[in-house]
Every structure is written in structure tokens, then in C-alpha cells.
């Protein structure tokens, strides 16, 4: 069956470092992929998005790109701030009736 | 532009009673996704609504139980409460099929 697998946590970067969290994925057809950030105490928000090979998504400075060849969709930062302090999850839609997310990854920032 | 709401914020229940969580979509939204997030982990697919039709379910026994009414808000509603039903539970819609879903904050169950 379709399914997610993300890099398991906590991570912990010092403020300004570089963050790369992995996600890969199992799916038929040709899924959606999704990077949703919890915060705590909160709901998830969409990050970014994309829906075919080789799309890049982007947001606040993350970025992702959907690549079909490694069936990944790994999650990136240049450089992280305090306030990027959460839980990140890739999810997918495809041809079942529902999103699959990943099982989140804690991210930690420290000043 | 309103967001996905759901009520109540909170709610706290006894072993064997039954819990009703709402839902209301985003405007022109007609697909209503439940998860439930147990302390810790991560999501769990629940239930699909599109069209006021369920179109899928997750792996929860059939005292979870919900449905979409015709202005697409919907209810979730679990008897026979346990304990292990504590958790956060997360609503969300999409415009259809594919398409990217937006979050509730969520309904923080507590049984007791």
C-alpha cells in the first residue's frame, strides 16, 4: 500500500545552520506531495506543495522537490531560525481516498 | 477568509460516554478529512467525506463514526468511549480530490 517514511527525530540545529529532513514514499500512480508544519499546540499548516516529477515547492525559505526516480521529497533550509522550532510532516495523496502523512519529525532549533 | 473550524476546543468525557466533534469546512470546500493525533505520534486517518458521501475509512473500530451534511460541515461522533480515544482530533478540507488540505486547530478529547 501507499505510505511515507520520514527521517526519524528529535533534530537539533544551532540557529543559522542548514536542515535537510528526508521524506521517501511508496505510491501507485502518481501521487500529490505535501510538507505540513505543526506548531505546538496547534494544527498542521501546508508549507509547500507539489504535484508532478521534478516540481519544486517553496515556502518561507523551505523548499522541496518532488523526485520520482528516488521517490523522495526531502525537505530543505538554507539557514533555520528559532521559529522554525516544530513538527514537520510529508504526506501524499494518489488513487486511495485519502492523505497519507509520514510520522512527523521534531525539529529544535537553539539560539 | 475563514479557515477549517472545529468545536470544541476541548472536551472531556467519562469512560463509556459518548463524544460529538463538528467540523466546518473551508467556503466552497466539499471534502472533510478526520485524523486522530494520540500524544506523541502522528496522524491517523479516520474518515473522507466528499459530497456528503464517506469515501474512505481508516483502521478504527466502528464506534468511530461520522457523516457530512448537505452544507459540507461535518460531525464525528465516538461511543463507548475508552481512554486510549484520548488524543487531539484534526479536521481538515480540500477543494477536491488531490488538492492540498488545510488544518483545524483541532479538538483536544480528555476520558477519564
Known amino acids: 500500500g501507499d505510505s511515507v517514511t520520514q527521517m526519524e527525530g528529535p533534530v537539533t540545529l544551532s540557529e543559522e545552520a542548514f536542515l535537510t529532513i528526508n521524506c521517501t514514499y511508496t505510491?501507485?500512480?502518481?501521487?500529490?506531495l505535501f510538507w505540513y508544519v505543526q506548531y505546538p499546540g496547534e494544527g498542521l499548516q501546508l508549507l509547500l506543495k507539489a504535484t508532478k516529477a521534478d516540481d519544486k515547492g517553496s515556502n518561507k525559505g523551505f523548499e522541496a522537490t518532488y523526485r520520482k526516480e528516488t521517490t523522495s521529497f526531502h525537505l530543505e533550509k538554507g539557514s533555520v531560525q528559532v521559529s522554525d522550532s516544530a513538527v514537520y510532516f510529508c504526506a501524499l495523496t494518489s488513487g486511495t481516498y485519502k492523505y497519507i502523512f509520514g510520522t512527523g519529525t521534531r525539529l529544535k532549533v537553539l539560539a | 477568509e475563514a479557515g477549517v473550524t472545529q468545536s470544541p476546543t476541548h472536551l472531556i468525557k467519562t469512560r463509556g460516554q459518548q463524544a460529538t466533534l463538528r467540523c466546518s469546512p473551508i467556503s466552497g470546500h466539499t471534502s472533510v478529512y478526520w485524523y486522530q493525533q494520540a500524544l506523541g505520534l502522528g496522524l491517523q486517518f479516520l474518515l473522507w467525506?466528499?459530497?456528503?458521501?464517506?469515501?474512505n475509512r481508516g483502521n478504527f473500530p466502528p464506534r468511530f463514526s461520522g457523516r457530512q451534511f448537505p452544507n459540507y460541515s461535518s460531525e464525528l461522533n465516538v461511543n463507548a468511549l475508552e481512554l486510549e480515544d484520548s488524543a487531539l482530533y484534526l479536521c481538515a478540507s480540500s477543494q477536491e480530490f488531490k488538492t492540498e488540505a488545510f488544518f483545524g486547530q483541532g479538538t483536544r478529547l480528555t476520558v477519564v
Open positions: 505510491a501507485t500512480g502518481y501521487p500529490s
Open positions: 467525506y466528499d459530497e456528503g458521501e464517506e469515501r
